[in-house]
């Protein structure tokens, strides 16, 4: 069995990273390609040992391709989606424009990978928001042994969720202010070099940002809508892995020594909890690697049944790429089936 994949947006940091996936998971491809926009048309990219030319998504045909992975932003999502996906090729799309398409499965296959069989509505299926996928992957285990109630996230998320421009910003800020030179703010609002800043994605009404917005929403799809979610969305001067801080209430009683047994047994999770200096997973330790990483479980003695814990994971693997490909393994396995 092998497949035709075309990779939207693969001169892109996600984009990049789905080819590394795609050939280092040894994902049965017949053929894959690479397709931008005009301006990158002839840039090169790696797929394994391959060198492979970008191609021009706006010249390309998709009849015949059997996935398109699109990582572009959400205006080519949005233009490109549903022509794609009446073509007969399947989309896995990375940004939030199909999300909470109602005929859109949101997909994170540790948790609800069963929801994958309707993409034949529109032969589209949504990779959900970077925190939110780490997130999922965490809770389901919990939520399968003693339902959870409430969860309250924080979220210290690296500056590589925003893109290129945003990690040479802080690296640009950051050198700026060690030579004495003048920092310039232009992707964020104010300095992220040696900063935090409490503001990812645009403000609404409620006074919660887009984001904070996103985490709620797709934990409802994915997961439960009975959950209450509370998020406060962070960007901080990390270049790459997402970290949350997550308080978890839960109907039924559950200590941290089941939440420990239950977290280690589960699929895509890396628990590192050792209660010494260093006995825990920061940002650094993840980058590159496929898990998602629990330290700092413990109890909250301030609620009935609740417990603390630390995530973190490599948020353009678990939080992008990778979960795209996991997703493209399952629709190939469970649902194409090509010869």
Not at 156 to 173: F, H, I, P
Request: net charge negative.
């Amino acid at each position: 069995m092998s497949y035709k994949v075309a990779v939207v947006g693969a001169t892109g940091n996600v984009g990049r990273e789905m080819l590394n996936i795609l050939a280092e998971r040894q994902f049965p491809v017949s053929e894959v390609v690479p397709l931008a926009s005009r301006r990158s048309l002839g840039q090169e990219v790696t797929f394994g040992e391959r060198t492979l030319k970008v191609k021009c998504l706006d010249d390309y045909d998709f009849t015949g391709t059997d996935i398109a992975l699109i990582s572009a932003g959400g205006a080519i999502s949005k233009k490109w989606g549903e022509k794609i996906g009446a073509t007969g090729c399947v989309v896995i799309d990375n940004s939030s424009h199909f999300r909470m398409d109602p005929q859109v499965p949101l997909i994170v296959p540790e948790v609800n990978g069963a929801a994958i069989a309707g993409y034949t509505k529109k032969n589209i299926i949504a990779n959900p928001n970077c925190s939110t996928a780490q997130m999922m992957v965490a809770l389901k285990p919990l939520h399968d042994y003693a339902k959870i109630k409430r969860v309250v996230v924080s979220t210290y998320q690296s500056v590589s969720g925003s893109g290129k421009a945003a990690m040479d910003e802080l690296w640009t800020q950051t050198r700026a202010i060690i030579v004495n030179d003048p920092v310039a703010a232009v992707v964020y609002p104010k300095q992220i070099a040696f900063n935090v800043i409490p503001h990812i994605d645009v403000f609404m009404d409620s006074g919660d940002t887009k984001e904070e917005w996103k985490m709620v929403a797709e934990t409802a799809k994915i997961l439960d809508p009975d959950i209450r979610v509370t998020a406060t969305c962070v960007r901080v001067p990390v270049f790459l892995g997402h970290s949350e801080s997550l308080n978890i209430e839960f109907e039924n009683p559950v200590d941290e020594e089941q939440v420990f047994e239950i977290l280690r047994a589960a699929p895509g999770i890396l628990v590192i909890d050792r209660r010494e200096d260093g006995g825990y997973i920061t940002p650094i330790d993840c980058v590159g690697e496929f898990a998602t990483y629990i330290s700092r479980i413990r109890r909250d003695v301030t609620v009935k049944n609740g417990i603390n814990l630390w995530c973190v994971s490599d948020n353009l693997l678990k939080g992008a790429a990778l979960n795209a490909i996991q997703i493209a393994e399952k629709l190939c396995h469970d649902y194409l089936k090509k010869g």
